[in-house]
């Protein structure tokens, strides 16, 4: 969220509205988990210039237990995550909005989705989002 306050000309591609994460391979490139771009839309982006930043993760989970809510990031990846599936996005497009690498040589190899596949992505998550704000 700091990023897109202060450097929103570099890392938010407004034309194709994505965060291009690649930009900032010190944050977003990790051994386990490289994420190389989110898909946003005009919604998520005002919301995200709003929020308060946040980038210690025990500091959200303490914050849950303020409420006495258990917060687990694992269990919203994994809810997320098959909510997708469930509702027919491909399991290389959820892998690829949440940072995975298969073990599929296909797509270790030769899956090389172009820019065309962020659209096909986002017009497929504006119609979920249709749906959960539902």
């Not at 989110?38 to 929020?51: C, E, G, M, P, R």
């Not at 308060?52 to 809510?69: L, M």
Request: aromatic share 14%; charged share 25%; net charge positive.
């Amino acid at each position: 969220m700091e990023l897109i306050r202060t450097n929103e000309n570099t890392y938010v591609d407004k034309e194709r509205m994505l965060l291009t994460l690649y930009k900032y391979p010190k944050l977003y490139l990790r051994v386990s988990k490289n994420a190389y771009v989110s898909v946003i839309n005009k919604d998520i982006l005002q919301i995200a210039k709003k929020a308060e930043p946040v980038t210690f993760y025990p500091y959200i989970r303490n914050s849950f237990w303020n409420y006495s809510v258990s917060m687990n990031m694992y269990y919203c990846r994994k809810v997320f995550a098959t909510f997708l599936r469930n509702e027919g996005i491909e399991s290389e497009l959820i892998d690829l909005l949440q940072g995975r690498i298969p073990t599929s040589v296909f797509v270790r190899h030769y899956y090389r989705p172009d820019s065309s596949k962020f659209d096909e992505i986002r017009e497929k998550l504006a119609k979920l989002h249709t749906v959960l704000l539902n």
